[in-house]
């Protein structure tokens, strides 16, 4: 009897691939291998409603419990795989068991980096999000009056910052670059978010370095920075970015830069092995890419799905991104890499604004901050590869359907 088709991480991208396997007619033998004690589900509320306790666990699920064995689908959790044998086609966990599989999807997603133990990355109350024992564990010391400080202010930390500034805690965030969100958008979005923020009570730091973490008794203290200034702190979030989960892949032998090279078909350097999701990297638009986002786990895990049963076109991502501060909700649509210049269009109500990024004169990305119809437009415009003129779309008078017409 042919061995199951594997998939590797009970991530999104596992759930996404699981599920259209099945609906492309896939009626074989489907195990999905993850090492968390809980099913598929979805991690952007973990740093926004499921931390600050406003949706319960049961709503961060993708699939009830229930689907996995209607799918007749394997799903082994707290099962964590130790070691890869292409050539024997062999998945070894580490209670030494060894499960045979006909082709692998590796859907192991990505690890937050941490602070070296040396500087205090390992003391008690020092924190990264990325999942729901992580979450777990951050909720009971968001108490009102306790001093948060947030090291790196990319989207994760900036989220748990709002949320921990309407808990009523005094939160820091500090930032290494010239400003917060720098690797990932431009000035204008960074100064939207920085107001937002310090109007929120929330003190921004950028341009500093982190010294060292501080603690007593493994618990932590305070933060001494690079300019000698002390923070005392009761926690610390630490958001710096994450690293692809490619150790196994490499271990085995399979091509890995910056995460598991992959080709349009989402295939290794093994023809039996595939990868999607937080750890797979791709040639997109002449640049090896890796997306870090759920567009992306779910599009490029169909996309392994159809890969693994036969031929597909190459995969062409769609990026769409979120993130929720506060009231607002930014949306972004497009990959900002290689701008060369923005334009900012000023929305119809307070805290709303579009950020639209250029290449030359092509519209490359749109950050839409409480602007549902400038990200829905701009989307459409960047899947049909219109380019709107500068001078009208910055005008907030101008009707931007005709502007991207
Ligand atoms: C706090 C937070 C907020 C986010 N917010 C947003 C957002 O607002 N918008 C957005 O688009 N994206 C957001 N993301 C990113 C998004 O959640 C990820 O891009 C997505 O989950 C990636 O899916 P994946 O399947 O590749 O990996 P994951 O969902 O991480 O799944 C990988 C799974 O593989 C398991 N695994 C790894 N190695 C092994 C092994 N050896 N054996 C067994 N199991 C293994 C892991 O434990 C994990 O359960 C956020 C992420 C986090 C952490």
């Given at each position: ?45 973990l740093s926004?409603?499921?931390v ?57 997603g990505s690890t937050p980096r941490s602070l070296p133990s040396e500087i205090g990355g390992r003391l008690g109350n020092v924190f990264t999000i990325r999942n729901l024992a992580d979450a777990d564990a951050i909720a009971p010391a968001l108490?009102?009056?306790a001093k948060l400080l947030v090291i790196g202010g990319g989207y994760i930390g900036l989220e748990a910052a709002?949320?921990a500034?309407?808990?009523?805690l005094?939160v820091t965030v500090i930032e290494m670059a010239?400003?917060i969100?720098?690797r ?21 730091r950028?341009?500093t370095g982190l010294a060292e973490l501080l603690g007593a008794d493994n618990r932590l203290t305070g933060a001494r920075l690079k300019d000698g200034t002390i923070i005392p702190a009761d926690l610390a979030i630490v958001g710096i970015g994450i690293i692809p989960n490619?150790a ?158």
């Open positions: 009897m042919a061995a199951p088709i594997i998939l590797l991480g009970a991530g999104q991208a596992s759930a996404s691939c699981a599920a259209k396997l099945r609906a492309l007619g896939y009626d074989g033998k489907l195990t999905i291998v993850g090492e968390e004690p809980a099913a598929p589900y979805q991690r952007p509320p926004k409603k499921y600050s306790g406003e949706l319960a666990v049961e709503r961060l699920f993708i699939r009830p419990l229930s689907w996995y064995g209607e799918q007749q689908i394997d799903l082994r959790l707290e099962s964590h795989a130790v070691a890869l044998d292409p050539a024997a086609h062999l998945l070894t966990l580490a209670d030494g068991s060894k499960l045979p599989y006909s082709k692998l999807l590796l859907a192991t108490k009102p009056g709002a949320v500034a309407q808990k009523g005094t010239e400003r969100l720098q990932v958008a431009a000035a204008p979005t960074s100064d939207f978010f920085r107001a937002l923020h310090q109007s929120h009570g929330v003190t921004i950028e341009s490619d196994l892949a490499r271990d085995a032998g399979l091509a890995v830069e910056g995460g598991i090279l992959v080709d349009g078909q989402c295939r290794t350097s093994d023809p039996d092995i595939f990868a999607a999701g937080d750890c797979a990297v791709f040639a997109w638009r002449g640049a090896r890419t890796r997306l870090e986002s759920v567009q992306n786990a779910i599009d490029q895990g169909e996309h392994a799905a159809a890969c693994l049963l036969g031929a597909a076109p190459d995969y062409d991502p769609k990026p769409w991104f979120w993130s929720d501060q506060y009231d607002v909700k930014l949306q972004i649509a497009g990959l900002n890499r290689g701008y060369d210049s923005t334009v900012l269009r000023p929305g119809k109500r307070p805290l709303s604004q579009s950020i639209w990024y250029f290449q030359g004169d092509k519209l490359i990305a749109i950050d839409a901050m409480n602007d549902a119809l400038a990200y829905a437009l701009g989307k459409k415009a960047l899947e049909a590869g219109r380019s709107p003129d500068r001078a009208a779309l910055a005008d907030p008078a101008s009707d931007l359907k005709t502007v991207l017409a």
